[in-house]
């Protein structure tokens, strides 16, 4: 039994719903740009997924170092990295100097996630080239992570929609954690880790679209 193809299966599943539910809300009520990047965020990590479900299926194991169901993790973090930093960012820190400890005490975020991978990669292969590609990967989800954690324990100072979107920030957090469990677990070949990790990711997907469906609707009340 492949378990890593399973937890692909699983994984797709869930990002699957999350994906066209995102797009028919973007289609038929919702027009903030910061939703249809997230429900975006979803179809490329969704898209990662289907590849490996397909080359499996095709032919055979994957064990590839480097293929597109890595890119569309990347580029999944890339699109919240984007939502996060370039629209709602802007709106909650005027960078005023009292509020500088709001953007410090996020930094230990990236801190755990990069040692949730370390940690996942001890136990397993020992290529140093594939923890090589893991780490450039997680450069980019690292950012990522500070600024999901920045927006959750950042004070909303009477900005409803603010609070109403901290599920989708925390949903968009855990979510990077378990994208690059995901591919950590991959590279270290552990199987029953990424299909823990593709269980936790079906959930993450749903929760995060659905989660900034109902934010932002409080966004453009």
């Known amino acids: 039994m492949d378990l890593n193809l399973i ?3 699983i994984a797709l599943a869930g ?3 999350a994906f066209l539910y995102g797009l028919y809300r973007s289609m038929n009520g919702v027009g903030a740009l910061y939703f249809r990047i997230l429900t975006f965020a979803v179809g490329c990590f969704t898209l990662g997924r289907l590849y490996e479900i397909l080359y499996t299926i095709c032919f055979g194991e994957l064990t590839a170092l480097v293929h597109l169901g890595q890119l569309g993790t990347l580029t999944m973090s890339i699109f919240m990295m984007t939502a996060s930093r370039g629209t709602l960012d802007y709106m909650l820190d005027d960078r005023r100097r009292e509020m500088r400890k709001y953007r410090l005490i996020p930094i230990i975020f990236p801190v755990v996630f ?3 991978g370390v940690c996942i990669h001890l136990v397993g292969n020992e290529d140093s080239a594939r923890h090589l590609i893991a780490g450039v990967i997680a450069i980019v989800m690292m ?5 999901e954690g920045k927006h959750l324990i950042f004070p909303d100072e009477g900005l409803e929609f603010a609070a109403s979107m901290r599920i989708t920030n925390a949903s968009s957090l855990v979510f990077n954690f378990v994208a690059y469990a995901m591919l950590s677990a991959f ?9 823990m990790m593709g269980v936790i990711s079906a959930i993450c997907s749903v929760t995060l ?3 900034a469906d109902k934010g932002v609707k409080k966004w453009q009340a």
């Open 209 to 211: 679209i659905i989660s």
């Open 114 to 116: 990069i040692g949730v």
């Open 187 to 195: 590279i270290a070949d552990t199987p029953v880790v990424y299909l």
């Open 7 to 9: 937890g692909s299966i």
């Open 15 to 17: 990002g699957l719903i």
């Open 143 to 147: 950012i990522t992570v500070y600024f």
